[in-house]
């Protein structure tokens, strides 16, 4: 019903930048708060960055400064990493909270990997 995807990851040195993309499609009303998460192997998938859907941001403390998350209308999320660092290398997940007609939906994206080695 919900479709998510992410794009954009890859392997970068420490010190680069990657900008990831998020976009949300199919049956829902509209789309509430959207997030990233990451998980590395072996640890537990992690908040990293969140924005509503009126443009509030939070992020995690280990990428505050670095990350940036925004929004492109309705649907598409982005987050431009900045000074990647060897820790960032993780598996990175988009989220949507989606309102439907009979409640709320939280739908998740395949991943997109993110490898920052030298």
């Known amino acids: 019903q919900v479709q998510v995807e992410e794009s954009g990851g890859g392997l970068v040195q420490p010190g680069g930048s990657l900008r990831l993309s998020c976009k949300v499609s199919g049956g829902y009303l509209a789309v509430n708060s959207m997030a990233w998460y990451r998980q590395a192997p072996g640890n537990q998938r992690e908040f990293v960055a969140s924005?509503?859907?009126?443009?509030?941001t939070s992020y995690a403390d280990s990428v505050k400064g670095r990350f940036t998350i925004s929004r492109d209308g309705a649907n598409s999320m982005y987050l431009q990493m900045n000074i990647l660092e060897p820790e960032d290398t993780a598996i990175y997940y988009c989220?949507?909270?989606?309102?439907?007609?009979?409640?709320?939906?939280?739908?998740w994206g395949q991943g997109t990997q993110v490898t920052v080695s030298s």
């Open positions: 924005i509503s859907q009126s443009g509030r």
């Open positions: 989220y949507a909270r989606t309102d439907h007609e009979v409640g709320f939906g939280d739908s």
